[in-house]
């Protein structure tokens, strides 16, 4: 995606940091009626929830009043610096540094996920948190011409290397599937 698709916002949507961070509200099976619990009770609660669907995410995102952001939001939120007038490589700059993100590297000091407030000198332009690497993120949008695959963005904690954390890289995984390394992050849109 380059810049001329990027969307222009008045105020950005995107939560700073995870909305996950609330995700002990699912436990009691909130918002869809789901028992999420199993899957939840061995995360710390600072955490940022994981083994998630796309289902179990737009549901929790509605009941919360928001959404999941768009990739174009998304990337925004991750890249573009209003200082600079232009994208950056990495939330941070333009250089990966390993200690400004959980990448998997035992440099990062995180065996999995870290808390959604870590790494704060790797926050983006907008002060969001965990854009690149700890929990790869989901976005409402579709994967190319696939009805059904979603648009991942920001990498992930496992082993995802240096090049998986560039704020353009793309990934996508059917609505279905929830792994271990796989999250979300609440998007709202603005009052005009």
């Known amino acids: ?4 698709q990027l969307v222009e916002l ?12 609330q995700k002990m509200e699912l ?5 869809d009626g789901q028992d999420h619990g199993k899957r939840f009770k061995g995360d710390p609660p600072n955490h940022p929830a994981v083994q998630v669907d ?20 998304w990337e925004k939120a991750a890249s573009w610096s209003p200082k600079l007038k232009r994208k950056r490589v990495y939330p941070w700059g333009d250089a990966f540094a ?15 996920t870290c808390p959604v407030d870590e790494f704060s ?3 983006s332009a907008y002060g ?11 976005c409402a949008s579709r994967l190319g011409q696939d009805a059904s695959t979603r648009v991942l ?20 995984m059917g609505p279905a599937a929830a792994i271990g390394n796989v999250g979300f992050r609440l998007a709202r849109d603005s009052n005009p």
Request: charged letters at 25%.
């Open 98 to 112: 390993v200690k400004l993100c959980n990448s998997g590297s035992l440099e990062d000091g995180f065996e999995k």
């Open 10 to 21: 008045q105020k950005l949507p995107v939560e700073k940091r995870l909305s996950a961070v």
């Open 153 to 172: 963005r920001g990498g992930g904690w496992f082993g995802d290397t240096e090049k998986q954390c560039v704020t353009s890289y793309r990934w996508g």
């Open 128 to 138: 969001c948190y965990n854009m690149a690497a700890n929990v790869w993120e989901i």
């Open 27 to 31: 436990l009691g099976g909130e918002p």
């Open 54 to 73: 796309w289902y179990d995410a737009w549901s929790y995102c509605r009941w919360r009043g928001g959404r999941l952001p768009t990739e174009q939001e």
């Open 121 to 123: 000198g790797g926050v």
């Open 1 to 4: 995606m380059g810049e001329k």
